[in-house]
């Protein structure tokens, strides 16, 4: 077996160091990824990788990471870690005995369905990291996992932290499991939310999401409408799944009408907490009493103030990133790393026990 080797890209080396430390050997391959000042980059390696196994560790999402460009600051969109990325698996010319990409926010995975006259770039940036001999990407809670289909013969392994989550939510929330729901914001968060309901064992709503197609605003079609299909919420506690929070605008409405039809507690589960808009229309969400907590992963860049607000918990899931690659660097099941639903009702038992103690 070769060995193993981790290249923590810039954005994701609070994570990345995190996992370096967890698995416990000498893997960490120093590199470069430089900037020229007119926006132009190139990226060098240190270290041996001749027929290493090489994972490439990669936060798509970090906006936190800047480089200057004709002398003013930019900040790194997507496009400049994906690009930076490239130049780091082009410097490796071929010599890593197996090369992964992790990236547990999948680049572009929103563009993920063909519309006509319209890009599909999802299944483009794939295409791009087949073509420089990238052997498998590693990603978490992908948009739409189906975009696989446009790499066939390249291994990708899509996992969930929804065990991390649900742990988190277990230890910290007063929930009666038999007065639980788990809602879905949208028809296209139903398998995710799915995942939730067969752990959990509760029932499951949906809202539709009724939009304006006439109109194009930020890049995607306004919402006219929220159409609620599902169980009586009366005194329920709901738990809202979704992939990812970008304005956040969406979810705050689905808050706002789960409260109004007299919702008791309203959680919302997201992996990745992106708050496009910063994080102040939640704090008056909160206040106004539209949600009570919202779960969010550590898998892409939060900033540090925004961590200090009290309806917000990140969930550490390094330890996950850290077991799936050292086990699929072993080449042993993922089996044991998909969702353990003994673990969560061990814990959900545990709890009621404890519980029943007290009083």
Not at 227 to 250: N, R, T
């Amino acid at each position: 077996m070769n060995d193993l080797k981790i290249i923590v890209m810039d954005g994701f080396k609070e994570v990345g160091d995190k996992i370096i430390k967890k698995i416990k050997q000498d893997t960490y391959i120093k590199h470069n990824a430089i900037r020229f000042s007119n926006g132009e980059g190139k990226a060098n390696i240190e270290g041996k990788i001749r027929g290493e196994d090489v994972y490439v560790l990669c936060d798509i999402g970090n906006y936190g990471i800047t480089y200057k460009m004709q002398g003013i600051d930019q900040r790194m969109s997507p496009d400049d870690h994906f690009q930076d990325m490239k130049r780091i698996i082009a410097a490796m010319s071929g010599q890593a005995g197996e090369l992964t990409v992790v990236m547990p926010m999948l680049y572009e995975s929103r563009q993920h369905r063909k519309k006509p006259k319209e890009s599909l770039d999802a299944a483009l940036a794939l295409r791009e990291l087949e073509n420089l001999g990238v052997d498998r990407v590693i990603t978490i809670d992908c948009h739409d996992p189906n975009v696989c289909n446009a790499v066939p013969t390249m291994q990708f392994e899509n996992f969930y932290a929804t065990n991390e989550i649900l742990t988190e939510i277990i230890k910290n929330e007063d929930i009666d499991k038999d007065n639980l729901l788990v809602i879905a914001p949208d028809q296209g968060a139903m398998d995710r939310s799915k995942t939730f309901t067969d752990i959990l064992e509760v029932d499951t709503g949906v809202f539709y999401k009724r939009r304006d197609t006439s109109k194009v605003v930020n890049g995607k079609n306004p919402i006219v409408e929220h159409i609620y299909m599902g169980p009586e919420l009366q005194g329920k506690d709901i738990i809202v799944v979704d992939d990812m929070i970008a304005s956040g605008g969406s979810v705050l409405d689905v808050g706002k009408m789960l409260k109004e039809k007299g919702a008791n507690k309203v959680i919302i589960v997201a992996t990745f907490g992106l708050f496009t808009e910063g994080v102040d229309k939640f704090t008056k969400a909160r206040e106004a009493g539209l949600f009570d907590q919202i779960y969010t992963t550590n898998l892409t860049y939060i900033p540090k103030e925004y961590e200090k607000n009290d309806w917000l918990t990140i969930v550490d899931c390094s330890d996950k990133l850290a077991k799936i690659i050292e086990t699929i660097h072993k080449h042993d099941s993922i089996k044991s790393l998909t969702n353990n639903k003994e673990k969560v009702v061990k814990l959900i038992n545990e709890k009621t026990k404890s519980k029943v103690k007290e009083l």
